[in-house]
């Protein structure tokens, strides 16, 4: 999850799915974001292009905004940063809730809680450098499905 479901978390969607589809596995996979502002928005054009360069289409994602039902949903939620994984806790109504969550560069570096930097106002080094963080990270949850 990140702020606008935009740049890192539909990054993240794509990265994670051709992660587990490479692994021969099956996962629900989504992303979403913490707030409304571009709900219907497809990804950033740099975050599309950036991927689509890896042999991954992220091109027909919609931003979504993330709903307490996300809980039920899903057993892994992932926050790109600090902010947005208080914004998640937040809507949490219970501690089971809260245990789904977790800083997605946790899976690389547990207990660091290192944020995946917002690439948004920035070029396109930026979404290359997001995209090396999540592969990264997908490459590890894919291994623990």
């Known amino acids: ?17 051709n992660r587990i589809f490479l692994a021969g596995k099956k996962a629900i996979v989504d992303s979403a974001g913490t707030s409304d502002y571009h709900n219907g928005d497809k990804p950033d054009l740099r975050a599309i292009k950036t991927l689509s360069q890896k042999g991954i289409d992220i091109s027909g994602l919609a931003a979504r905004n993330f709903t ?10 992932y926050a790109m940063d600090f902010s947005n994984y208080m914004n998640i806790i ?3 109504r219970n501690e089971e ?3 789904k969550v977790a800083m997605i560069m946790d899976v690389v ?8 930097p917002d690439p948004f106002y920035g070029g396109i080094e ?3 450098e997001v995209y090396e963080m999540l592969d990264e990270a997908a490459k590890k949850i894919a ?3």
């Open 1 to 17: 999850m990140c702020l606008g479901n935009i740049c890192r978390s539909p990054m993240a969607e794509g990265i994670l799915r």
């Open 68 to 77: 307490v039902r996300d809980f039920d949903d899903f057993d892994f939620i």
């Open 90 to 92: 937040s809507k949490a």
């Open 97 to 99: 809730d809260k245990s």
């Open 109 to 116: 570096s547990p207990g660091n809680n290192r944020s995946v």
């Open 126 to 128: 930026g979404f290359e």
């Open 143 to 145: 291994e623990k499905l």
